[in-house]
């Protein structure tokens, strides 16, 4: 007040900050992960590579194929004809290795993708239990901390109002109940942010 050169009193918000939920049911936390958007397109894209290999092996085996065609030249019509085709590789080598490429691509991929998984899942497992700790942290904030912090600001203000405590007693009263107040803020905010990778990781 000394420093604005005001007389209205002025009182930090300490209930801003809301508290951030799950996007979904916490039990089946990993079963969203295994529907997530992310998880879907390395599905598809394993699909694609085991079907590359499948196209691949088909070149080493023989083709048959069959068509009919009709021409017409100058109107003069009656040019028909039949087409039957048979493939037969005769050279099989670059065709081997191009189906071991084709596996080796889709098992680097595929130990690419496990890996990938098993991190984002054990990330998971830890964030949970993070956020599951937290909880507990602001619950007891919440059930007893924060009520603290008001009946000391409470008391302060009374006792210093009476003339039963000092300046300095009444200033280090306010800053232990600010302190308690930002603690839980503190707490509040590592939880948001917990559920906030949480709910990354799934979508």
Do not use: C
Not at 18 to 43: C, G, K, M, P, T
Not at 113 to 131: A, C, E, K, P
Not at 134 to 142: F, G, I, N, R
Not at 171 to 188: N, V
Request: proline fraction near 1%; charge should be neutral.
């Amino acid at each position: 007040m000394k420093i604005l050169y005001v007389d209205q009193m002025f009182e930090a918000e300490a209930d801003s900050l809301s508290r951030l939920e799950v996007d979904f049911n916490i039990d089946s936390i990993f079963s969203y992960y295994e529907h997530s958007a992310a998880q879907n397109f390395l599905n598809k894209r394993l699909m694609v590579l085991e079907q590359n290999i499948k196209v691949n092996r088909s070149s080493l085996t023989p083709a048959l194929s069959f068509g009919y065609f009709n021409q017409s030249i100058d109107n003069l019509r009656g040019f028909d004809g039949w087409n039957l085709r048979l493939s037969v590789p005769i050279w099989f080598r670059p065709n081997s290795g191009r189906i071991q490429s084709a596996k080796i691509e889709y098992e680097i991929f595929n130990n690419a993708f496990l890996q990938q998984r098993f991190g984002i899942i054990s990330d998971l497992r830890t964030l949970n239990h993070q956020r599951e700790t937290l909880l507990q942290k602001l619950s007891t904030y919440e059930r007893v901390s924060l009520r603290n912090a008001r009946l000391i600001i409470e008391n302060a203000d009374l006792l210093y109002r009476n003339g039963e405590i000092g300046y300095l007693e009444y200033i280090r009263s306010i800053s232990t109940a600010i302190g308690l107040q930002l603690s839980y803020l503190d707490s509040l905010h590592e939880y948001n942010m917990v559920v906030l990778q949480i709910n990354y990781s799934i979508k």
